[in-house]
């Protein structure tokens, strides 16, 4: 079918090339004329302006946004002015649900679909497909179906769960419409929240077995030291990181597309030697442990796995300097040096 | 090759099962003489003692236990005055990796080769294969090979790690020598511990989407409850949770083979009422945590979802109640009832 | 100076009797004409109206707002309406700090300053004075500093921090300009998410110590329960909570006014059975724990102390049953019953 | 009465002090004749020897040791050999509570009275008395109430709690029998536990409120930062942090004596430039959070208390990285720089 894409980042491009391949008329547009340029060289059709976008489409027409969350609100804004009833917009990014639900009560007015998909697949997508979960209008979100079966991937990608029988579901096949606007991206956002948590478990578990040798060192022997019981329990100082995440992807409980990428990084860098520890987040994950909150439910290793990442760039250091500033207070306990 | 398994319940069975399909020697030997019948049956040479199935066998030795914890420490006693020099025994089950240092040094008195085994792939291992990681000393480790080789799920099983050609590695096929005693079960107390994390990570998010529509319900609006400042943002209250796990298996960054099993519980019982929430723990995650703070390695994300699990047990019940009374003395606040 | 009060609960009423023997003159109203009149009786000036109460006072005055949160907001809005120019409203209540942003942009447009008031103290600031956390602009909380005063509990409630000489600054006197609009009830909140955190840390030791005899007591002896090692070292079934809070309230580091009333309540009831452990949260650990999201700073105690009241009033039973279905799922593992 | 101090550090040297001021008679031995000078200057009985010691004390004898726990289990070794059936040795130091155990049973076999005694006081203890939770046989408990009575605050030094009348029981004292062998360090080591949670809750609030003013700062806009949806809710640059300490020590929920100490540190060096931020444990908080595992209580304060501290000492670094070594992996992020 007929979809317009805004925005060929690395994440719209690729969902584009795998539009055509199916054979779907994509438009496309970006600010930069090279990143149209590349598209329409793979057959899409170009536009050097939304205007010129919007002109090209037939009614009703569909606008696929992949945007970075910054600047998608005033291209809605554009769009809404630009489009006519009846047309839909999607936005495919990492959007706030919140935002989804205040600007489909706007296009609403204006009698247009908006449409919120929560996208996943990062830079594996263009082959392995994307997951797709889809908030909004039902009317929008039907006729759309051959565009989120194209960029899904597939029943075939996973054996089905025991006890499915019949046609696969959309969810089978990688994509769910899950309810009214912002509940795509409701879900995506409890999606990244759950993300962050796999990750922060594999790391701190490996962290554990990493320091498994601690028996073997020399210990401090001071007052600001804790001692170590029993160091014979502690010996294991080679275990082989690499390795260990290896094994794991085979018949173990643990087993996990996350473990395959971290077995990868540790077979390329089992020292990890060209990171720094700073692990960035993205919104997802805090508006899941607000999400939380507000519900009044508590998700203590969605919050864990983000203030870990707040961590480790470094936001505790007032604390810990006050808790340092405490003891000194009442115990005279000067802080060891390293 | 030859190999003695004692304990024939669900696992020890299974395992030799898998054993006999591929050709080696078992005998076996359990407390239920039917269990040993049945397994005769299968191909496996019975024992009716201890004594009779090490008789049985040929030097060097290797009997291999699967059996609970609380027993597993009598049977090793036990064997290390039947067997002799040279011959190994290799503990299955899920002892704690401090009960194999100090077996394994007992052991080694003898010149008995002590072998630990952390084993995962529970009641899917006959034909998914087992994930196992071994402690011990080499040349029995060396010796087992065959048999790891058989019980491991092998290459084929999952795609092989970029970056990694040539042979593969015995991890490549579901097995490692991870170190010396007690390696092999602090790896796999590891494992478990991230495994609780994992499951813990999903049933969070899953309940957060579960709460999603607290904002359409009446809320209390009293001293004693929190209010929900921007209801509109809390609307969905028909996500359906089987789908959105089922979406998630394909194409997403959370795929794994826990969520498969989610997908599947969810499909089969919705709202999982045959469950009551009560989640049992056996040990690992505990032993995880506590090496953790033994190490002086934090690890927020396994310990809450181990502590998780004891609140499901409602171990919080005393605390709870200090934090009413605290909450009467100082505000004159009545619990709420409901 | 002259003050009116509107909401005359226990906090507001309080407050008027601790201005009123201070000599402030009172102007006081409610929409319960008994809670009036017992004032009145105590020499506060009654009003029978919004408008009486306003029409009473002399400019530039001063109406302090002590109402539920729920309804401050039309109270603000319906006082905006009848005063003047360079008059002031105070909200001493739970108000979110966002709240005071919003309502303070809005007074300004009338040129009336709002002043916000976080105020500590419970039932017992009558004798023992509240603490005040202000925040708005300066022309007013110049003005109240009268009132300010009376209200706070005084420098010498406690000794002075060493290092501070000269005249008290407001703060060691108990109340503080904290900062602009919100800067008050934004340290309020703040305060609360700690007082969260101390009330638990106070209950999970004692809950710690209340199980300490778990070694003493026959362990069940299957798959589903963690053996514990050592249970020798878990004899203490009798150790007293109430004298072990006693005994921390003198010379002892955690000694506190929290651990105060924990003593008081324990002494009353050791077992606590008049609860049920259903432990309420009023919305401020919520918004602190949200700022520290949103500030990207890490805060896993203030967010442990609010989840734990979550998981007190049962929010956590499907996430439980979804580990439990999983458990089943992967190793058959039937739920414990108790 | 006549008492023996081995072990003349701060803590040690103190008590005998204060021992000293109210008459008792006070031998002293410790590995530095200047220590034993000094405290013979002020009245003490010095020995050179712990022979010395034993031999000019009369029987039964008393034997209270102030050393760090490294050296405490050879020195008991020492004294078991020197005393006689009948004698007593007091462990004062921060011992675990399980060494008490294990010693009291071999002291018994000697027929000498183990007493463990967990001493909070620091520093402060000589003028504002030792609180004193105590554990170990009552024979010796009983003969030794005159040096409890000393050493610990006295009733006077905090306002009864109401509800108790009559005469002060000896918890209103300030020191408690708490049961037998280990249970006084048991109940210091809980203590303790709570004691770094306190100190977290204070420092985490503090380092919300330091950060109250993010919305003021120009944010980054990159893909790799989580953007503030609402800046307007963070104005807050110019909190003083040590006047909110200040002013939160009159009237408040959250006043205790750590805060009192935290209020000094910040208005003595209000950034905490002094210190880098490095939190040292000593013990007593991880065997608190392995006795809450391993009794099945779930602790996620005290826990995430001890937890922070590690942090601060940089054990994350490693998980931080497999953090950022995925996030490369699946979405191609490069670490932010700073």
């Known amino acids: 079918m007929q979809i317009a894409m805004v925005g060929l980042g690395r994440m719209g491009a690729n969902m584009v090339r795998r539009l055509l391949r199916a054979g779907h008329e994509c438009h496309v547009y970006d600010v930069s004329a090279d990143a149209v340029a590349a598209l329409v060289a793979e057959g899409a059709r170009g536009a050097d302006s939304m205007e010129a976008l919007v002109a090209g489409l037939e009614a009703p027409r569909s606008v696929w946004l992949m945007l970075p969350a910054a600047i998608t609100g005033d291209t809605v804004g554009q769009l809404l002015s630009l489009l006519d009833e009846g047309d839909a917009v999607v936005d495919g990014g990492n959007s706030s649900y ?19 998909c929560g996208t ?42 025991p006890g499915r029988t019949g046609d696969p579901t959309p969810a089978e096949q990688g994509w769910l419409h899950c309810g009214p606007s912002g509940a795509g991206h409701f879900v995506k956002m409890v999606h990244n929240g759950i993300e962050y948590a796999l990750m922060a478990a594999y790391a701190e578990g490996l962290n554990v077995i990493r320091n498994a040798g601690v ?21 294991y100082e080679d275990i082989d990181l690499a390795e260990v995440a290896e094994v794991w992807r085979r018949g173990s409980v643990v087993g996990s597309w996350l473990l395959d990428l971290t077995a990868e990084a540790l077979h390329q860098d089992p020292r990890l030697d060209q990171f720094a520890g700073r692990v960035s987040d993205s919104g997802e994950g805090r ?47 000067l802080e060891k040096k390293s």
Chains 1, 2, 3, 4 share one sequence.
Do not use: N
């Not at 039902?138 to 054996?159: I, M, S």
């Not at 060192?217 to 329990?233: F, H, M």
């Open 98 to 116: 919140r935002d989804d639900i205040d600007r489909a009560e706007l296009a609403a007015v204006h009698g247009i679909d908006y449409v919120d």
């Open 120 to 161: 996943s697949g990062g830079v594996w997508g263009l082959d392995r497909g994307y997951c797709l979960m889809i908030g909004g209008p039902d009317r929008a979100v039907t006729r759309l179906e051959p565009v989120f079966a194209t960029l899904a991937p597939g029943v075939a990608t996973a054996p089905r769960t």
């Open 215 to 235: 028996g073997a060192r020399p210990a401090a022997a001071d007052a600001e030291t804790a001692p170590l019981r029993e160091p014979r329990y502690y010996p």
């Open 287 to 333: 508006w899941t442990s607000i999400a939380a909150i507000e519900e009044g439910v508590s998700a203590p290793l969605l919050t864990a796995a983000l203030y870990s990442r707040f961590a480790s760039r470094g936001s505790e250091l007032f604390a810990d300097k006050v808790e340092s500033a405490q003891r000194f207070e009442f115990g005279g306990h």
